[in-house]
């Protein structure tokens, strides 16, 4: 990534600070290892879209012959876990990183070293897996691994190992940013920023960290299960010798349905931020839209067999959980109607962003009454395991997620790189998605009920699913191209792009305030919060008129923090200062923005080091030495164990033991 593409604070360095190449291997910056999770998450997606352009072509036309179906079988278990565990979740793991900290009115996140830490072991986990392909034994057993299948008598490759290590090191990742997250929103929100004052991306974040805590265990104790069987011998789903064989299906989509809500609550988050800044109103029913959220999470842990209605549960466990299937449909329906009544009567303004939060609203809208077709049991038994399901869960992440996630890259893009991506370029990226997404998934629903099986690499002429095959493939090539279209607006408006200003949106809550890009500590200034639009309380009154700012009332106290005295947000905002806060008569441009180095001001900030980012590689080579078990050589991979968790345990203890900020004089 080119220090050219970032922002002016990134690239001036304070004396003695690290620069180029070197100061992204050492920040600890929250805002840059944002950027890095949204490029790294970007290059795997098209990663991820190539492979299902592959499995488009093979299944373009009858009896297919561009790909073997071992090949295909790599494609598509490869395919879903990249889109999920490398495209998805860091995409949301970026806005996470950028935006929490600016919408709490925070310097950076709780825990900054861990913080870098986690995007590491994202990297070297995804790198990892799909080194995989570089020896030809990429994971082979489908995203969702099923047990016995992959167990040693049936996968004797190093295919399912790749995999199974592979998502280890990622949980490890997930986990390490979920706490980080947690204590960063508890802990850190600004004088007055209550929990009802926080903006709604903050919320869903919030509550997306107790999800992962929750539910990454689960699937971190299957897999460990699953190697404790591959590499040792035992039997926890070897079914001769007395395993449940659903054993792994429970484990894992007790994971895997929260999982789901992991994936679509960030997008929920965005959508939330962008239909009211461009339909110039407060978004409808906040509270509710809190607490529907919250409810989500909780009751996604009450539906995970409805993915085993045909395993033969029997009838009181399948009406119990088709019950709560439905009921869940409730929290995420009132999602849907607040986002249509914050829009009606709005002054709607369709910008590329706004465009993409509405079709996120229609589309999933579309997925989730296929997924209420899916909580009767009988229904279901006909269209479980047929390309129904395909178009279901697609239209939920990508016509979903994904939508969310690319509005979110277009109205956040300007406050990450203080430059605008282009609108004209944006429609069509827009277009061709929405035309793209549509052709390619509508048309599964009806060759799942021509009775057309998922997982199949080939199927003969004269099944009536020729013609719906064909859609989806154009309509995969149109996602592809909108892909290229879309690559090209970052890589042009990086350094072409119209400047932005601090807030090129007239938005309403806090990180529109500080100038685009951030400076490395956010705010000058801690502000006080009074309200859940801050923004607008001072330059668009009359859109918060009605508001009530919060139940504790509309005080602007005066606060005390670290000896520094600071006044009222409102006071703080009319200000105006250049470093840290915003004219609301005039919007600066960043280039034109004398900006202070933290140093300058006084602020202590973490030091840059390099050692979380050992930690995270000696972790993963102490992961990968496993697999030398499958070679024959456990001496071997027990000695590159202990070599690698001895230098991973004494960088973690230098990084531990080191002073976290410089002492300023």
């Not at 992959?150 to 940013?177: C, E, H, K, R």
């Not at 997008?267 to 409810?295: D, N």
């Not at 509309?554 to 806060?581: I, Q, Y």
Request: charged share 10%; glycine share 8%; net charge neutral.
């Amino acid at each position: 990534m080119a220090t050219a593409a970032v922002s002016p604070s990134y690239a001036r360095t304070s004396s003695g600070s690290p620069s180029g190449i070197w100061s992204w291997l050492t920040t600890v910056d929250h805002k840059r290892i944002g950027t890095l999770y949204l490029y790294t998450a970007l290059a795997w997606f098209a990663v991820g879209g190539t492979e299902a352009v592959i499995m488009r072509m093979q299944l373009q036309g009858p009896n297919g012959r561009v790909v073997s179906a071992e090949v295909f079988n790599q494609l598509f278990t490869m395919h879903g876990t990249t889109m999920i565990f490398l495209v998805v979740m860091p995409l949301s793991a970026a806005f996470f990183n950028f935006l929490i900290p600016l919408q709490i009115g925070a310097r950076d996140v709780a825990f900054p070293r861990l913080n870098a830490f986690s995007y590491w072991v994202y990297l070297f986990g995804s790198l990892f897996m799909n080194a995989s392909w570089l020896v030809g034994m990429a994971p082979n057993g489908g995203w969702f691994g099923y047990a016995p299948l992959t167990t040693l008598p049936y996968s004797p490759g190093l295919n399912i190992d790749f995999w199974m290590l592979g998502l280890q090191i990622l949980g490890v990742s997930s986990l390490a940013a979920a706490f980080n997250f947690i204590t960063t929103i508890i802990n850190m929100r600004a004088p007055g920023m209550n929990l009802m004052r926080m903006p709604m991306f903050t919320w869903m974040a919030f509550v997306v960290q107790f999800l992962l805590v929750l539910a990454f265990p689960v699937i971190t104790i299957a897999l460990v299960f699953l190697q404790f069987d591959r590499f040792f011998g035992t039997n926890f789903y070897t079914i001769t010798q007395g395993a449940d064989p659903l054993l792994w299906q429970h484990l894992f989509w007790i994971f895997g349905h929260p999982e789901v809500y992991i994936l679509i609550l960030p997008a929920f988050g965005l959508v939330s931020e962008i239909l009211p800044t461009f339909s110039r109103k407060p978004i409808f029913g906040y509270p509710v839209m809190v607490y529907s959220g919250i409810l989500i999470a909780f009751l996604g842990f009450g539906v995970w067999a409805h993915h085993m209605f045909a395993v033969g549960m029997g009838p009181i466990a399948d009406s119990v959980f088709s019950m709560t299937t439905m009921l869940i449909a409730i929290p995420t329906g009132v999602k849907i109607f607040n986002w249509i009544f914050t829009m009606w009567g709005g002054n709607l303004r369709f910008t590329v962003a706004m465009k993409f939060a509405i079709s996120l609203v229609a589309l999933f809208t579309i997925g989730g009454i296929s997924g209420v077709m899916h909580a009767s049991p009988p229904a279901d038994l006909q269209q479980t395991d047929t390309y129904f399901i395909v178009a279901h869960f697609h239209y939920v992440l990508v016509a979903g997620s994904l939508m969310g996630l690319w509005g979110g890259i277009y109205y956040y893009f300007p406050k990450i790189t203080g430059r605008l991506l282009s609108e004209k370029i944006g429609n069509w990226h827009f277009w061709l998605t929405f035309i793209g997404v549509n052709l390619t998934f509508m048309p599964m629903h009806w060759s799942g009920l021509y009775g057309m099986p998922r997982r199949v690499y080939t199927y003969d002429a004269g099944q009536g699913w020729e013609i719906f095959n064909l859609m989806s493939s154009t309509g995969a090539y149109l996602q592809a191209l909108a892909g290229i279209i879309f690559a090209y607006n970052i890589f042009r408006s990086r350094t072409h792009g119209e400047i932005a200003g601090n807030d090129p949106w007239e938005a309403p809550s806090l990180e529109w305030s500080i100038p685009s890009p951030p400076p490395d500590y956010n705010f000058e200034t801690i502000p006080t919060v009074t309200s859940r639009y801050p923004l607008w309380d001072i330059k668009h009154p009359e859109l918060t008129a009605s508001v009530p700012h919060s139940r504790h009332g509309d005080e602007r106290n005066d606060v005390s923090l670290g000896g520094k005295h600071v006044g009222a947000f409102h006071d703080h905002m009319a200000a105006g200062t250049p470093e840290g806060g915003l004219n609301p008569n005039a919007t600066q441009a960043s280039s034109k923005v004398s900006l202070k180095t933290a140093e300058e001001l006084g602020i202590p900030m973490p030091y840059p080091t390099i050692k979380p980012l050992w930690v995270a590689l000696f972790m993963t080579l102490m992961f990968a030495s496993l697999l030398l078990i499958h070679k024959d050589k456990l001496p071997l991979a027990m000695a590159g164990v202990v070599t690698f968790a001895t230098l991973m345990t004494g960088f973690l203890y230098a990084w531990l033991t080191a002073p976290l900020e410089p002492h300023h004089h």
